[in-house]
C-alpha cells in the first residue's frame, strides 16, 4: 500500500515536471518571437528614417550606390531598381 501511494505520488511529480517543461518552452518560443519581431521593426523604422532622409537630402543617388554593392539577392536588387549583380571576376591564382 505504501509502495502505491509512493508511486502515485512520483507519477504526479513527473507529471507536473512535463507540463512545467512544456509552459517552459512555450515561453522561450514567445520569447523569441518577440525578439525577432522587435529586431525587424527596428529596421524597418531605420531604414524609413533613412530613406526619408535621402529623399530630402538629395543623396538617394548615393544610398544606391551603397546599396548596389550589399544587395546580392536578385529580388532585392530589382526593389531598388538595380541591375543583376555581376559576379566578380576570378582571382588570379597564386603562384
Request: no cysteine; net charge positive.
Amino acid at each position: 500500500m505504501a509502495k502505491d501511494i509512493k508511486s502515485k505520488k512520483i507519477d504526479d511529480l513527473e507529471r507536473r515536471i512535463k507540463q512545467l517543461q512544456a509552459q517552459k518552452s512555450a515561453e522561450e518560443a514567445r520569447l523569441k518571437k518577440k525578439k525577432r519581431a522587435d529586431d525587424t521593426r527596428k529596421k524597418v523604422l531605420v531604414g524609413a528614417l533613412i530613406l526619408e532622409k535621402s529623399e530630402k537630402e538629395g543623396t538617394m543617388d548615393e544610398l544606391l550606390k551603397q546599396l548596389d554593392g550589399f544587395l546580392v539577392r536578385k529580388n532585392d536588387r530589382i526593389l531598388f531598381g538595380l541591375s543583376e549583380q555581376q559576379s566578380p571576376p576570378p582571382k588570379p591564382s597564386e603562384s
